[in-house]
Structures are given as structure tokens and as C-alpha cells.
């Protein structure tokens, strides 16, 4: 199995003529990289993406650049009427959509309608999100994300050649309290199962790219399990987005998963494992969100599944721990960007 060379120093990611550092090849515990993406317009791809779940509902806000177009995006589940709404705001040559090259670094977009901050703070991050139309209705949404002292999270480099290369921050088992008013109802997220996952990413990608993620939080016979696994991308880049946080532990996994499902019938069950079975999960879905797009210079289609993991995971120290009905989501993503 690959081994992946860990990170313990920060580093740049890119040289100065806009190619790929080979020293920022690895992975880290804490974030390490300054993501100095420069030239190569329009393959830079930079966002930070927000997602915070209970077991019965789900929020989403993201903020995306893709050089030449923003992206501001929101969507919303309820998990037990199976409603979900979704609204894009494409904004030209991505005006206003600046993201930072550090991932500690506060975003901020404000427009005439939309508004929405993910700001530190002493303890973790503020989020915050106004829209005037939101399908037809306001919405505000607003959540306090702890990051607790020492917790571990999955930053990686996923080299395809010195001059297409990612680097991703997975960030989950985040403690949050929070409240999304839609129009005139209100969705409080709060309690033991209430959690952020924060996917940053910044990187020069190629045209077309298919993915798979699959993610999770939560506290399953007491112990609280953070789920980032991936495919597809990182085939053959001697790199991984594999790994399981247990009470804000990273194990790295870095042997590539295989992803076995449906594409005829999404809502029928995954299984996700790797090779050795270190990692044996079937994903059983309950609800399902496609999003389709094909505007200008973006075509994508995405089926992000939400549903329930069980099986089991394995830590770094060798210790195999059951996951039983872990509320999370899975996806499949096709993108021509």
C-alpha cells in the first residue's frame, strides 16, 4: 500500500513561475500549505464549502471562484419530510468571490441581495448567510462552529502533473449551534449530533474531472467518528483523500477505495472499502439531491446522496470500530469546468 509522506512544516504550494511545488507533496494534520495559485487563467479553482447536519436536517453554503465565474450557492434538507430547495447565484468573472490562500483566512461576498461571511473567531468560525430570494423567500442562517483545541483535520496535495495539482482541507466532526429562518420557518441545529464539515479546495484542475466524496459526523456508541472518504480524482496520484477521525484523531488512509453503486438507481446501497477491508462501509441512502448545471463555460451534474453508514473502520493503531446508522452523504460528480 502507498505511503504518504506527512507534512510537519508550512510550505507553499506553488513556485513562482505557477507550477507545482514537489515539496508540498504529503499530507498534514493541521493546515500547512499557502495556496499561492497564480497565472494559468481559467484553470485555478478556489472555494470553501460549508455543510452543517443534524440527523434530520441538513444546511449548505459555499463559495466558489472558477477564475472566469463566482459561484454562491445554498441548499436545504429536511431529512424526515424529504423536502429540499437549492438557489445558485452565478456571479461574472467571479467578482467579489475572493478566497484566501490560507485556509484560516475569513471570506466575505456582499452583493445587493445576498450576503455571507465565514469569519474566525476565538473559538472557531461564524457563519452567516442573508438572501433576499431564496426561491421566493428570505433566508437567513446563521451558526457558531467550534474548532476544539488539538483536533486533527485531513489536508492534502493531489499531485495529477506540475502543472494540475489540488489541495484540499476536510474538516469535520466541528461542534455546531446554529439557526436557518426560510421565510417564516425556522430550523434550529443544536445538540449532540450537530456538526460542520468545512471541503476547501484550491487548484488548478483540468476540463473535466469526475469525483466521488463521501463524508459524516457523528457519535456512534459514544465515541465521535468523522468520515472523509474519496475516488475517482485521486486514482494514480500516489495521493489520497481517505481518512476517519475518532475524537479528533486523523488516521490516515492512503490506499485508493473502491466504490461500488448504482448510477442506473443512485438510491440503492453503496459499498465503499479499501482493498485490505480496513475500511468496509455500506452507504444506504434515503434521500437523494441531483443538481445539474450547463451555463456558459460549466457543465456539471452531481447526485449527492444522503443516508446511513454502517460497517466498520480501522485506526492507525489497528483498533477496528463498528459504525452503526452514521448520518452522512455520499456523492457522484461530473464536472466540465
Known sequence: MNQEHELLSPVDLCLSNGRLNRAAVGWSRQPLHRCNLNGR??????????????????????VTNLD???????????FTTHELSETTKIIPFGRGCDLPDNVGGDVQFSSKNVHVAMQNTEN??????????YNGQPLSARFD?????????????VPWDDR???????????????????GGQKTHFTGPQSFACLDLGRGIWPRDSRWNWGSASGVPNGRLI??????????????????VCVNGRLSKISSDLVWQYDKANYMRPWHIADPAKAIDLTFTPFMERVAASN?????SEVH??????????????????????????????????
Open 68 to 78: 472566469y465565474a463566482g459561484l454562491v450557492f445554498v441548499y436545504y434538507a429536511d
Open 145 to 157: 462552529v467550534t474548532m476544539p483545541p488539538q483536533h486533527e483535520t485531513l489536508n492534502v496535495v
Open 41 to 62: 487563467w481559467p484553470r485555478k479553482k478556489r472555494w470553501n464549502y460549508w455543510a452543517i447536519t443534524t440527523e434530520t436536517h441538513l444546511f449548505s453554503v459555499t
Open 226 to 243: 468523522g468520515l472523509n472518504l474519496g475516488g475517482q480524482w485521486t486514482d494514480g496520484t500516489g495521493s489520497t483523500e481517505n481518512g
Open 304 to 337: 449527492q446522496l444522503f443516508g446511513q453508514y454502517n460497517g466498520h473502520i480501522t485506526t492507525s493503531d489497528g483498533e477496528v470500530i463498528p459504525i452503526h446508522n452514521l448520518v452522512g452523504w455520499a456523492e457522484d460528480h461530473l464536472a466540465h469546468w
Open 164 to 182: 494540475t495539482f489540488q489541495f484540499t482541507s476536510k474538516q469535520n466532526t466541528l461542534p455546531t449551534e446554529g439557526v436557518v429562518t426560510i
Open 295 to 299: 451555463l456558459w463555460l460549466v457543465r
Open 124 to 133: 472557531g468560525v461564524l457563519l452567516s448567510v442573508e438572501m433576499a430570494d
